[in-house]
């Protein structure tokens, strides 16, 4: 198994600009590099990346000698990434490799692990020397690489340690999730989780910010101030977001064995023009992959329902399915004479999560069918064995 520490680096202004350097360097070499791949396929060729890195190799002393500046690696992985970006895109499982920018890429190089060195809450970076980091590495195991990248205006360290395979406990209890807007997610037990709405909270400062940075002239300093005032904003959007759905998904996957969730199609409700930036606040198909992502390391599964399964409009009792509901109604009334829940008006959300989660267990097999028609409905928190 291998796994990622990412840790913030404190660097000085002369180690910062140095460090600013070596990605340049590595985004030079990816242009390069793509460029180069372009014209010998154009012509007839087969380009790999282990001829471009011969050829720059070769031409490297006498056109570029100022990447000697820095670390070797910042030029010879950019040239091995455009190779297994190539591969993918010709299987099928990316696009096409672009050019990056300087404005618009992030700045970014690789370190293998015979390259740099960990003592303490120090780096070591050739070229370079000791760089301060905010942390110790949490993980024991073999180094296997690290890239070093810079966001807004902090520079973070990413090590991938390489761990071994624990033997994953299995949790007996299942649960169904319903994702949304009001709520980021309602449980089948109950619970609530409420979305926080980072990105609507701070709109206002955004539009301050973004108003700044347009009033500057292009090119001043202090075009370049606000410039990253806007992206420290957007930082920590993402890093208030992060901790909520890092936090939830480990609760989760640490209290249930089977976790049933909706498989929605976020890229048709991203195009709803007054929907779509609540959807990218609440980050629901990033939520869905780290349960995906966690359930797998601690033994568990993670069920998607299909998109088109009415979970909202069916009584989770009776299976009485309520044809007209529109979103405006937040509480289900079941209408069925026969069902227990007739005269108990249940919560939209509750009532879906409910579904989703025995739709989930008839998928694997658990139960027979989607409602169970017992009239009960005391298996709100089932406890399936799952072994």
Known sequence: MIRAHKIRLHPTSEQANSLARAAGVARFVWNWALSEWNRRYDVGEKPTALKLKKHFNAIRREQFPWTWEVTKNASDQ???????????????????????SKKRSKPSFYLSNDQFELRDHRLWVPKLGWVNMAENLRFQGKILGARITKTADWWFVSIQVELPDKIPEKKAAAVGIDVGLNRLATLSTGEQVENQAFLKTALGKLRQANKRLHRRKPGSKNREKARRQVARLHYQIVCLRQDVLQKLSTKLVNCYGIIGVENLHLKGLLKNRRL????????????????????????????????????????????????????????FVCQNPSCPYVHFPQDRDHNAGQNVLREALRLIGLIDQAVSGTGSGEDENLAVDAG
């Open 78 to 100: 950019p040239i091995l990434d455009l190779g297994k970006a190539f591969t993918a895109f010709f299987t099928g499982k990316a696009r096409r490799p672009k050019f990056k």
């Open 276 to 331: 779509a930036r609540a959807f990218s606040d609440a980050a629901l198909g990033t939520l869905v992959r780290l349960l995906e992502s966690k359930a797998s390391q601690r033994g568990g599964q993670v069920i998607k329902v299909d998109r088109f399964f009415p979970s909202s409009k069916t009584c989770h009792c009776c299976g009485w399915t309520w044809e007209q509901m529109t979103l405006k109604d937040r509480i």
